[in-house]
T-cell receptor, first 113, second 117 residues
């Protein structure tokens, strides 16, 4: 069964203190791994898609990397506006024609000035 | 560009009352559409998906139903709400295509916070 586990559940950082969020996955043939940002009371906002091990994507202070078993979201010199819940999701070979995603529970990030 | 709208943003309903949540996508045609429920501290649970008008598939048995009366309209309904139906409901869409175009991310609306009293 396809599974996604994110750690830590919550992370508190000081402004400028770099860190990484982890997404471990088990899937029958990875078609894509997706990172989202979710602000309180809002829907998830798409950040990155990673398709194969070794791939990296960057956006401002965020950098996502992918191995065969996990993905990391690295946050460099975070600012308070980076505070949000970060969700990871995977799509497997057997997701069907409807492009099903399996989501992790997310990591709640709080960046304090 | 494509946009997705959900309403209402918040809803407070008594137990046993009916429910209708609406989701509309603009700027695309023939999208795949999805309804999710998100419980606090848990991942998104897929409730229903649709690949076309009148085509609905359910992921989990529950007190809810979904309908797609038009290409870009997706409705989540219940005849009698239960306390356990409380939660944050999200609608999402992806383009429907083949090959790499079929492996696109899902894009979400801003959700409906449903409280059952």
């Amino acid at each position: 069964e396809d599974q996604v586990t994110q750690s830590p559940e919550a992370l508190r950082l000081q402004e400028g203190e770099s860190s990484s969020l982890n997404c471990s996955y088990t899937v029958s043939g990875l078609r894509g791994l997706f990172w989202y940002r979710q602000d309180p009371g809002k829907g998830p906002e798409f950040l990155f898609t990673l398709y194969s091990a070794g791939e990296e994507k960057e956006k401002e202070r965020l950098k996502a990397t992918l191995t065969k078993k996990e993905s990391f979201l690295h946050i460099t010199a975070p600012k308070p506006e980076d505070s949000a819940t970060y969700l990871c999701a995977v799509r497997g070979l057997f997701s069907g024609g409807y492009n099903k995603l399996i989501f992790g529970a997310g990591t709640r990030l709080a960046v304090h000035p | 560009s494509q946009t997705i709208h959900q309403w209402p943003a918040t809803l407070v309903q008594p137990v046993g009352s009916p429910l209708s949540l609406e989701c509309t996508v603009e700027g695309t045609s023939n999208p795949n559409l999805y309804w999710y429920r998100q419980a606090a501290g848990r991942g998104l649970q897929l409730l229903f998906y649709s690949v076309g008008i009148g085509q609905i598939s359910s992921e989990v048995p529950q007190n809810l139903s979904a309908s797609r009366p038009q290409d870009r309209q997706f409705i989540l309904s219940s005849k009698k709400l239960l306390l356990s139906d409380s939660g944050f409901y999200l609608c999402a869409w992806t383009p429907r295509g083949r090959g790499s175009s079929s492996n696109q991310p899902q894009h979400f609306g801003d959700g409906t916070r449903l409280s059952i009293l």
